[in-house]
């Protein structure tokens, strides 16, 4: 039976994307955020290569998202995709990954919308059951990025499936837990991926999982455990402040990265104030031309331990 792909489109980009109203897109100069709808149509122009690749932002003007899934941007992430995948549906969860050129992303659609706070703190729980020596890996993205987006912020966006790699043009592939490769057309890979992920269940990860202490001695974690980390809800600027040093840190503005000698304002904060990302090729807070959110600015900071 055939499809018409605008169909298939529609029903992708709902499933998909947990923000219709702006999406990022690929140019010459890397991803940049379109403030224009994420319709059925610039979805398919992109799976086509008519036009560009597309991410979609993983977190609603609400707060809420109804997509959980990880970013393994590791040479070995592929294989702890897999691994964290048998754990997820072993729990009950839907679990599916997709090769990347470096890498894998692991998507895990959600029964409902459900608060980014909450998915975030369950998806911190998974990966410290199955994973718990990478469990603070800053090569292992969340998302959604972010527990909530300001106002005017669109958060972190996430390339999706299927989309051609734009450096590449190669289309990742998508398997289920067992390692058996879903598809082939993308209608069948969304014919195939029919589960989702209770809400329950997302509550009941969520209340398992504690924020690490940090600095302190191995007992004590154990024995004390706090309701907050500092830096949950703090912003890109609060982080480069406090534990960076950066005093001018100001959302939508360049300041002098601090993590080398930087003569040139070269490290840019977005104007959500979730990420910073410097200019200069090799500098840890470059990341590929990707930046650092929050959590890697908070656990990447002079003197913090893991």
Same mark, same amino acid.
């Given at each position: ?7 298939? +489109? ?50 609603? +003007? ?84 972010? *527990? ?43 014919? *195939? ?32 455990? @706090? ?53 200069? @090729? ?25």
């Amino acid at each position: 039976m055939g499809y018409e792909p605008l169909s298939v +489109a529609t029903y992708y980009v709902a499933l998909f994307a947990p923000r219709v109203d702006a999406y990022s897109a690929w140019t010459p100069k890397g991803w940049r955020p379109v403030r224009e709808p994420l319709t059925p149509q610039v979805a398919l122009d992109g799976l086509t290569q008519k036009g560009p690749a597309i991410s979609a932002y993983m977190i609603g +003007a609400d707060n809420t998202s109804h997509v959980l899934a990880y970013d393994f941007d590791t040479d070995d992430g592929l294989e702890q995709a897999f691994t964290l995948a048998e754990v997820m549906v072993s729990l009950g969860a839907a679990a599916y990954v997709e090769t990347s050129r470096r890498g894998a992303h692991l998507w895990s659609p959600l029964e409902t919308p459900m608060p980014a706070k909450m998915i975030r703190r369950a998806a911190r729980s998974f990966l410290e059951s199955a994973l718990p020596e990478h469990a603070g890996d800053v090569h292992i993205e969340i998302r959604p990025g972010s *527990d909530t987006v300001q106002e005017e912020g669109l958060g972190h966006p996430l390339r999706m499936p299927c989309m051609p790699h734009p450096k590449t043009g190669k289309m990742g592939q998508m398997h289920d837990h067992h390692r058996a490769r879903l598809g082939p057309s993308l209608a069948a890979v969304l014919l *195939d991926m029919y589960k989702t992920t209770p809400a329950a269940l997302i509550e009941k990860r969520a209340g398992m999982w504690s924020p690490r202490l940090k600095g302190l001695p191995k007992a004590f974690r154990t024995t004390y455990q @706090p309701t907050e980390d500092p830096y949950e809800d703090a912003s890109a600027s609060d982080i480069l402040r406090d534990l960076w040093g950066v005093e001018n840190a100001r959302p939508g503005r360049a300041v002098r990265c601090p993590a080398h000698d930087d003569r040139n304002p070269s490290l840019s904060i977005l104007r959500d104030d979730k990420r910073a990302i410097c200019k200069t @090729p090799g500098c840890i807070l470059n990341n590929d031309d990707h930046g650092r959110g929050t959590y890697e600015l908070t656990t990447l900071a002079p003197g913090a331990s893991t």
